[in-house]
Structure formats: structure tokens, C-alpha cells
């Protein structure tokens, strides 16, 4: 059975984790070969402080929306399946 904290924490963790990599990756690599004009477009703002900010907390808020159907789900079918 799958607790929903452990799984909320760890799903949270792994989407910033990804929104960080994501953000390192457009200021690493060459302009030519990413998408600044998308990230400019979608997140206006998307390399000052308060827009990270936002960004990582709503890839942490993810963790929530992704955990909500997915650990009762697998809970019913680990409990079904496992007889």
C-alpha cells in the first residue's frame, strides 16, 4: 500500500527537481537550440527571481494533482490483485 504523504513528497520533489533542471538547461545551452522565445511567450518573466519562484512551487503543487488518483487507484488494485 502506498502511503499518499511519502508519495506526494517524492513526486514534489522529482517535478522541481525537473523544473530546475529544465531552467538550468535554457541558461546552458545556446540560444539557438532551446526555446526562449516559448518560455517568453508562456512565463513571461521566466528568469526573475518571483517567476522561478512561482514556477518551482506550482511543479511542487504537481506532486498533489498527480498523487490525488494515483495512490488511492493503486492502492484498490494492489489490494485486488494481490489475493
Known amino acids: 500500500m502506498l502511503n499518499l504523504k ?5 513526486l514534489s520533489i ?14 546552458a545551452v ?3 537550440i532551446h ?7 508562456m512565463l513571461s518573466g521566466w528568469l526573475s527571481g518571483p517567476v522561478f519562484l512561482l514556477g518551482l512551487g506550482v511543479s511542487f503543487a ?3 494533482h498527480v498523487r490525488l488518483p494515483y495512490v488511492p487507484i493503486h492502492n484498490f488494485l494492489q489490494q485486488r490483485w494481490s489475493a
Do not use: K, S
Open 62 to 64: 504537481y506532486g498533489v
Open 30 to 32: 545556446p540560444a539557438r
Open 14 to 27: 522529482w517535478v522541481a527537481f525537473t523544473f530546475v533542471l529544465g531552467v538550468a538547461y535554457g541558461l
Open 35 to 41: 526555446m526562449h522565445a516559448f518560455l517568453d511567450q
Open 6 to 10: 511519502v508519495v506526494f513528497v517524492a
